[in-house]
């Protein structure tokens, strides 16, 4: 508190707030600001999930196989995973705005060099140095937004950054798609040159200076970390092509991920300067949200991975009328977020918003746990804009209460923490309820199949049905692909129910969440310099 700039004496007034509630850094056009750094988010955010629906129509164009055309996919994710540890040392030494304007533009070229590849292998080095340039973008856009914005208004413009991080993902297949049916697969990447390069004159322009500071590089510490990320990456994205532990590789990359894990674990504890201020982890609230964090990105990204395959496969959507299906999600989190930012600024409970954000994703998903092939557009509508209110619900409180006890000096290394949680979380969700999609369904398969029989069927005799020949083969295709399309169906059930579980697991965990000295209803802490 900042009770030494007050007049001595017992009846002295408290300081007032604008003496505490103020920008670590002042701009002179916050607004403008906030359009520049949300438009650097945004396509950072979008090109995560963009270049999916286009990897079909790469794979001719660049004359790749179905198993290597997916390194476009993974060299970006393993680059993006790496670099990210290491903004806040980068920040530190070259400077954050230096570091943001640089990386904004790295990814404008990066983009447009994606756009030319000529060949696989020029698409996987250009996919990977677009990572690493975007890596940096969403922590310190985060950053950002909290040190030039008054402690009153985080919420607020949390709420604002969170939309691109929310809606984006969502967004990005939908764009992707309408500009590989419009034009051609190269415009997934062309598309991100006239607003990057709009995003990049706004921050030349307004982007304020932060001092640099110098900074011991930890090599060993990320040497370690960045082997552990890469190998689980690597075990995730081929474990589908290569059948899991039934492959060498995919041992190899086990045991060095969790080698290095353990590695990093034992350094991190025991350096006098580690890569990250062993504060961060000392921090109960900062803590717990790099755990959820964790589940956000399970539950969303999973839910985002599963829906248009289902939707497009068993319920025959196109990808246009897909997207406006998913859109009235992306409506919920807008909704949500600005409540849940105007219910933190009226001091209401963190915990008590998180906690009721959690029930009502777990509510959604008991939702589409119960759907079926008769599901109409409607389920799916109603089922997204719940889910959507309830993630919106979460995310601000938590980001909010993960840095309100956090010195200014360690938020940039805080947000690359929480959106490393995030983005590991999402890569997890995916590859668990990818895995359990296809075993479950090949178990329901089985045991649908095994219950067909004469009587079951009713018009057909499977045992005398071989005499019609060419006739039986269609009938018996057709009662194959409707079989497929009920194990379908129950496989995607399980998966609902397993992020409905693991939402309803972490309602309990919000009680051990501390309230912020804003919510507890003092003055905000002074400002570090």
Not at 15 to 37: E, F, K, S, T, Y
Not at 156 to 184: C, F, H
């Amino acid at each position: 508190m900042a009770s030494a700039a007050a007049p001595a004496g017992r009846n002295a007034a408290p300081p007032v707030a604008p003496a505490v509630d103020r920008p670590q850094l002042p701009v002179r056009n916050q607004p403008l600001l906030l359009v520049g750094i949300m438009a650097a988010s945004l396509l950072q955010i979008l090109d995560t999930t963009i270049a999916n629906v286009a990897i079909p129509h790469m794979q001719s164009s660049l004359g790749a196989t179905a198993d290597t055309v997916t390194w476009v996919l993974t060299s970006y994710i393993i680059a993006s995973a790496v670099a990210m540890p290491i903004t806040g040392w980068l920040a530190d030494r070259v400077g954050a705005r230096r570091l943001f304007i640089l990386s904004v533009a790295g990814f404008i070229v990066a983009s447009m060099l994606c756009g030319m590849a000529q060949n696989l292998e020029e698409m996987v080095i250009f996919r990977a140095l677009q990572g690493v340039a975007g890596a940096f973008i969403p922590p310190l856009s985060q950053s950002f937004m909290l040190d030039t914005s008054r402690p009153s208004r985080h919420a607020q413009v949390m709420a604002i950054w969170g939309m691109g991080i929310m809606i984006g993902p969502i967004a990005g297949p939908i764009l992707g798609g309408w500009l590989t049916e419009s034009a051609n697969w190269r415009w997934v990447f062309y598309v991100n040159l006239p607003f990057g390069m709009l995003a990049l004159a706004i921050l030349l322009a307004e982007l304020p200076h932060r001092d640099a500071t110098p900074r011991r590089f930890d090599l060993f510490g990320f040497a370690l970390l960045g082997l552990a990320l890469a190998s689980l990456q690597l075990m995730l994205d081929r474990g589908n092509q290569l059948d899991w532990f039934e492959s060498g590789e995919i041992w190899v990359y086990a045991f060095v991920c969790l080698s290095a894990a353990w590695a990093v674990v034992v350094h991190l504890a025991t350096a006098s300067k580690p890569l990250f201020d062993k504060a961060l982890f000392g921090d109960r609230n900062f803590a717990l949200a790099l755990g959820f964090m964790v589940a956000i990105g399970v539950v969303m990204f999973a839910n985002m991975a599963l829906m248009p395959p289902m939707l497009q496969r068993l319920f025959g959507y196109s990808v246009i009328d897909t997207g406006l299906v998913l859109m009235p999600r992306g409506v919920g989190v807008l909704v949500s977020m600005q409540l849940s930012g105007l219910m933190m600024r009226r001091g209401a409970d963190a915990r008590f918003i998180v906690g009721t954000g959690f029930l009502i994703t777990a509510f959604s998903q008991y939702q589409m746990a119960h759907w079926s092939l008769a599901a109409d557009v409607w389920h799916f509508v109603i089922a997204g804009l719940i889910q959507g209110l309830g993630m919106g619900l979460v995310f601000i409180p938590l980001n909010v209460t993960a840095f309100s006890t956090l010195p200014p000096r360690l938020r940039t290394d805080g947000s690359s923490l929480l959106n490393l949680a995030r983005s590991l979380g999402a890569s997890v969700g995916i590859s668990i309820t990818t895995i359990l999609l296809a075993s479950n369904l090949q178990r329901s398969h089985e045991e649908i199949g095994g219950h067909l029989t004469s009587a079951s069927i009713g018009a057909i005799d499977l045992a005398t049905i071989d005499r019609y020949q060419s006739a039986a083969d269609v009938v018996m295709r057709m009662l194959d692909n409707e079989v497929n399309r009920q194990a379908a169906m129950i496989a995607y059930i399980d998966d609902f129910y397993l992020m409905m579980w693991l939402a309803l697991a972490a309602v309990p965990l919000t009680v051990f969440m501390r309230k912020s000295r804003q919510q507890a209803g003092s003055a905000p802490p002074p400002m570090e310099h």
